[in-house]
């Protein structure tokens, strides 16, 4: 952010989309000339901060104009002209408030007031953002995409697609992304194969019987290896209500009919951080249920959806009672 400098954002469009685009440089990873797909408010926040830095501007041109007249050779010229056209300036008050772009360390040191003044004890530096980002989209991607749609326009992180639109961006930032999704998808094959975990929905339930096997696995070198095999292997993608491992989106259960992944779906990992939803679901069917003006067909959709609850509560360990016939 601190190479950004004045006009350093455009935009493109593809398939009747707008893209904008942050162009600056990447002095972390070695990338040099690099750019960023970035939402159109990071163009109005840089818009503010070109008039906000113009004063700023204003000194550093007089600076140089000035080494001009007393001596065209001199270096000192040359090294203002970096910083002609930064928008993060400041006043370098250890070297005569001469006007430089502001550096990491005052970047951090601005941070840390930041945190101090809002009461945490929080050692927030600038490093921190990245990382962030990188788990933020990886989650998205993971599960949640509706900052990737804001973000990104589309429901999902393609980075091929993303690189066909342009092939300036920064390489490090995308296999960061990819590194924390890798992560993410462990820890949650690692909590399916953990025997102690009650797993719903018919690949749950799968894995479960297999989980009960006495026969010894030989395949893989050690536990690990078989959870990054599966992670890697398995499209894994959270709907809120399960983990879909279907390839494509185009199962109901993913949006329409959400109890659908209860019913024994090939597809559908059920555990216990969806339990509270099917405990939402059952209680909310139960109050359906007695109402005169839904009809014999809304009750038996009712019925329907209400047994799926009650079976997934059942494999998940929780007692709820059962008079419907489930079995």
């Not at 930041?114 to 929080?122: H, I, K, N, V």
């Not at 980075?159 to 462990?186: C, G, H, P, V, W």
């Not at 536990?223 to 989106?249: E, Y």
């Amino acid at each position: 952010m601190a190479n950004a400098k004045k006009g350093c954002y455009y935009s493109t469009e593809a398939d009747g989309e707008r893209y904008w685009w942050l162009r600056t440089k990447s002095s972390k990873t070695y990338e040099g000339k690099t750019e960023w797909m970035v939402p159109y408010a990071v163009v109005q926040a840089i818009s503010l901060l070109e008039r906000w830095s113009e004063p700023y501007q204003d000194h550093l041109n007089q600076e140089i104009e000035r080494h001009k007249n007393e001596d065209p050779t001199d270096i000192r010229r040359a090294e203002a002209m970096d910083h002609v056209g930064s928008i993060f300036v400041g006043l370098d008050m250890r070297n005569g408030n001469l006007v430089r772009t502001i550096i990491v360390a005052s970047m951090n040191q601005d941070l840390k007031e930041f945190t101090e003044s809002c009461g945490l004890a929080w050692p927030l530096a600038t490093h921190q953002f990245r990382r962030k980002f990188a788990n933020y989209v990886a989650r998205s991607q993971f599960g949640d995409l509706r900052y990737l749609r804001e973000h990104f326009k589309h429901w999902s992180l393609d980075m091929t697609l993303r690189y066909a639109l342009n092939e300036s961006q920064e390489m490090t930032l995308y296999l960061e992304i990819q590194d924390e999704l890798d992560d993410i998808k462990f820890a949650t094959v690692s909590s399916w194969l953990d025997e102690r975990q009650p797993l719903a929905g018919g690949y749950g339930q799968s894995l479960v019987d297999w989980r009960n096997r006495s026969e010894p696995i030989t395949i893989f070198k050690s536990r690990s290896a078989m959870i990054r095999s599966i992670a890697q292997s398995t499209p894994i993608r959270s709907n809120g209500h399960a983990w879909c491992t279907a390839a494509d989106n185009l199962c109901i259960g993913n949006d329409l009919e959400r109890t659908r992944c209860g019913d024994g779906c090939d597809n559908a990992v059920i555990g216990l951080a969806h339990r509270h939803i099917y405990q939402g679901l059952h209680d909310q069917l139960r109050e359906l249920q007695d109402l005169d003006e839904i009809g014999p067909g809304g009750r038996a959709r009712v019925s329907h959806d209400l047994n799926r609850c009650i079976k997934v509560l059942r494999h998940l360990g929780h007692d709820t009672e059962v008079d419907h016939g489930v079995t």
